[in-house]
């Protein structure tokens, strides 16, 4: 398998000025993320993940140094794909999930506001598909919810890195921002997939 790419990011990085600066976006996609394909690259040569894709060693590798940083190659891309230049209703068929599994749909921003605010130190929050339900889930660090069978749809990066240039200490601001931002046809797109 050739070398792990580093994705470009799928707008531009003043798209999303007024949510997240050009800075920001610079600095997570341009370093952050840069660094995590570059160490994945030379931590899994001479492993018996060298030619395995990034879901492959996510899955198997489970723990380590490789996997840390292969999750956090995922997630970021995940991440970026989840956010959207443009503010997108949510389509009626993801709205009507949401409602069966949460209540209704302001309920389920609420209550995944709550878990990123509350997740402790550097991690994620997701909405994933559990069996036929769907969850927020949060993970710390480089976790990620393949590791215990739930499929990822959306997630925000909660590791300061994502917001602190913008938001400094105001983690709250960042995603409730963050759920105006949300690309939910991509969200929609991996209900389907994971059907
Ligand atoms: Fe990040």
């Not at 610079?26 to 993320?33: A, N, P, Q, R, S």
């Not at 292969?70 to 009626?92: D, G, M, W």
């Not at 068929?93 to 949460?102: A, M, V, Y």
């Not at 909405?127 to 739930?150: C, H, R």
């Amino acid at each position: 398998m050739p070398l792990i790419s580093l994705s470009p990011l799928p707008y531009e990085k003043t798209a999303l000025n007024g949510f997240l600066s050009e800075q920001t976006l610079t600095f997570h996609h341009d370093k952050h993320l840069a660094t995590y394909v570059e160490t994945t690259n030379k931590l899994r040569v001479g492993t018996a993940f060298e030619h395995e894709s990034i879901y492959n060693i996510i899955v198997n590798a489970r723990e380590g140094a490789l996997y840390n940083n292969a999750a956090q190659v995922f997630n970021h891309e995940f991440y970026f794909n989840c956010l959207s230049a443009t503010t997108q209703e949510i389509p009626e068929e993801l709205s009507e999930c949401l409602k069966t599994n949460f209540g209704t749909v302001e309920v389920f921003l609420e209550k995944f506001v709550a878990s990123a605010v509350g997740n402790f130190g550097s991690g994620w929050t997701w909405l994933v598909k559990n069996g036929d339900g769907l969850e927020i889930v949060n993970t710390q660090n480089a976790g990620n919810p393949l590791l215990y069978g739930k499929i990822p749809l959306l997630t925000v990066d909660v590791w300061e890195h994502a917001y602190y240039l913008d938001y400094q200490n105001r983690r709250a601001d960042y995603v409730k921002a963050f759920c105006n931002h949300v690309n939910w046809a991509h969200v929609l797109a991996c209900l389907h997939e994971a059907k």
